[in-house]
C-alpha cells in the first residue's frame, strides 16, 4: 500500500490555457488538490469543463502553464495509473458490444502485459470493483442492456479496478436513478477516507454543498476557487453563470 | 435420389475446382476475405466507413505509379493511401470546411489522378481489373504479395486486439491509462490502407470499401459480444468470397460484383432476421406469447 502524504499536491496545474485551433477554451486555470479532497467544478456548458478534465488526463495539450501529478508529469501520472476517467453517460457508445466485466477489465490495461492477459490479480480487482458498485449480477450483460444509473456504476468500477488515486468524474449524477446516487454518494465517502482526491463536474448545485470540500467555478477561466461555504455563494455563482441570478437556475430555494 | 444430389453437387461444386485458376480465386479471395472481415469489426465500430471508402479509392494513382515504375504495387498503394489520409487530417485543420466534405474531395481527387495517370501511362495495366478486381487472374507475384501482407496484417490486428477495441470504444480512458493513442490510431490506418490493397484485387477499387464494413455491420446486428463479432464477421466475408466467385462461374458474372452482392444479401437476412435486432424480431417475441 503507498503511503499517503496528505499534505502534497495531488494534483497542481498552474495557470493552464487551452486552445483548439486558436479558439481559447480554457485560460489561466489555477487548481490544487490534496488526498482526500473533494472538489466540485461548476460552470455552464462549454465553459471548460471537459477541457480541464481533458488536460489533466493529457487527452489534450496545453498550450501554456504546467500540471504537476503527485509531483510528476501527466505522461508518468499515465504511465502511473494515477488518474481514473469516468465518463458522461451521453460520451460513451452504449451500443457497442462489450459487457460489464470488460469494460472494468479496460482499468486494468494500463499495467497488463502487451497482449493485455489478465493475470489473477487482475481478475480479482475486477471482481471486487464490480462488488463494491453491485453489478455482480450483471457480469456479462452487454453495456446496451443497463440503464444510465447501472451504466454510469459500470465506469466507476473501472476506475475502482484501476486503483487511482485521483478521480476525475464528468456528471456523475446525471441520468441516474436514486439508488444509483445513493451508492455513488456512499462510495465518495470511502474514497475519501482512503485518501483518494475527487473532482467532479456538475449541474446540480445541491450535491455541491453535499459532498465538495472545495468548489472551484468556471468560466473559460477560474471565477472562484476555495472551501465550498466561502465561495459558494450567490454572487459568484452569478458570474460564473453570465449573470444570470441562481434564484432563476436553481429556484427560490436555493 | 442421393446419387442425383451427388452428381449435381459433383457437378457444381468440385468441377470448378478442377480448374488451377479457380482454386486460386478461391483460395485468395477467402484469405483476403478473412483480413478484410477481420479489420471490418474495427472500422464499423469505430464509423469509419467513410473513411475505408477513401483510402480504397485513394491508393489508385499509387497502384499506376508501382506499375510504371516496376515496384511492388502494394508499396505505392500504401503510400497513397496513408498520404491521403494524411492530407485529409491537414485540410480540415487548416480550413473551415466540413470532415465529410473534405474525405470526398481528397478521394475523388486521387481517384481522378488515377484515371488520368493510367490514360496517358503506357503501360500494360488493365484498368478493368483495378476497378473491378480480376480474382480470377491473379499472378504469382500477386499471390506472394496477397499473402505477404495478409499475414502481416492478421497479426498486427491479433497482437493490438484488445488495445485496438479500447481505441475504438473509449479513446479519451487508453489515454489517461498511458496506452499510445497516436499509435493506434495510425496502425488502424496503416492496416486499413494494406486491406484496400489486398481487397482490391478480389473485387477491385471500387468496392473493396464494401470487403472492409460490410461483413462488420452484419456481424454487429447478430451479437453484442466484440470476439464474437470479429468471428461472424470473418466467416461471413469469406463464404460471401466462396459464393461470389461459385455464381460467378456457374452463370458467367463479374466476380468482384458477385462476391460484393453475395455479402449485401447476408447483410439482408441479418437486418431482416437477426434474433435481437433483426427487424422481425417482433414476430418471434409474439411467438413466445402463443
Sequence with gaps: ?254 | MELCSFLTLDLFITDPLTHEFMRKALLMSSLVAAVCGFLSSYLTLKGWALMGDAVSHSVMPGVVVAYALGLPFSLGAFIFGVGSVALIGFIKQKSRVKEDTVIGLVFTGFFALGIVLVSKIKSNIDLHSILFGSPLGISLSDVKQTIFISLLVVILLSIFRKDLMLYCFDPRHAKTVGINVFFLHYLLLTCLSLAAVVGLQSVGIILVVAMLITPGATAYLLTDKFDNMTVISVLSAIISSLIGIYVSFWFDLETGGSIVLAQTFIFLFAFLFAPRYGIFKLKKLFAGYK
Design chain 1, 1 to 254: 500500500m503507498e503511503k499517503i502524504n496528505f499534505q502534497n499536491f495531488r494534483i497542481d496545474a498552474e495557470n493552464i490555457c487551452v486552445d483548439y485551433n486558436g479558439k481559447v477554451a480554457l485560460y489561466d486555470a489555477n487548481l490544487r488538490l490534496k488526498p482526500g479532497q473533494i472538489c466540485g467544478l461548476v460552470g455552464m456548458n462549454g465553459a471548460g469543463k471537459t477541457t480541464f478534465f481533458n488536460a489533466l488526463t493529457g487527452f489534450v495539450n496545453i498550450s501554456k502553464g504546467k500540471i504537476r501529478i503527485n509531483g510528476e508529469s501527466v505522461r508518468s501520472a499515465q504511465k502511473d495509473q494515477t488518474i481514473a476517467y469516468v465518463p458522461q453517460n451521453e460520451g460513451i457508445d452504449s451500443q457497442f458490444p462489450i459487457s460489464v466485466w470488460d469494460v472494468v477489465m479496460m482499468g486494468r490495461y494500463g499495467s497488463m502485459n502487451i497482449f493485455r492477459c489478465p493475470r489473477e490479480s487482475d481478475v480479482q480487482a475486477v471482481k471486487d470493483a464490480i462488488k463494491r458498485v453491485d453489478l455482480t449480477d450483471h457480469l456479462s450483460t452487454p453495456i446496451g442492456n443497463l440503464s444510465g444509473g447501472q451504466r454510469k456504476r459500470t465506469f466507476l468500477a473501472r476506475a475502482i479496478a484501476q486503483r487511482a488515486s485521483i478521480l476525475l468524474l464528468d456528471e456523475p449524477f446525471s441520468g441516474v436513478d436514486i439508488r444509483t446516487e445513493k451508492l455513488i454518494s456512499e462510495l465518495f465517502i470511502q474514497f475519501k477516507n482512503e485518501g483518494k482526491t475527487i473532482l467532479l463536474s456538475t449541474h446540480d448545485m445541491i450535491h455541491v454543498r453535499e459532498f465538495c470540500d472545495l468548489v472551484l467555478l468556471i468560466n473559460k477561466t477560474v471565477v472562484a476557487y476555495g472551501e465550498t461555504s466561502e465561495v459558494f455563494t450567490p454572487e459568484n455563482i452569478t458570474t460564473t453563470f453570465g449573470g444570470i441570478s441562481p434564484d432563476f437556475l436553481f429556484g427560490p430555494e436555493s
